[in-house]
């Protein structure tokens, strides 16, 4: 299978501790969400407890 984004995963940056692959992921994860962001709905009311 053929992957969406090529990242080279140097063993420089794996010896360093990085991961390329995950830190790329998470860069195109925040640019999407950026892109098209998304509302929480809206919090429903309190109960009522005083019954």
């Given amino acids: 299978m053929t992957p969406d984004i090529v990242v080279e995963n ?15 992921g998470i860069a195109e994860l ?6 098209n962001p998304k509302k929480l709905p809206a919090r429903p ?5 005083t019954k």
């Fill in 10 to 24: 140097d063993p420089k940056s794996v010896i360093e501790g990085k991961d390329p692959q995950l830190e790329r």
């Fill in 30 to 35: 925040l640019q999407r969400i950026d892109k």
């Fill in 45 to 49: 009311p309190a109960p009522d407890k």
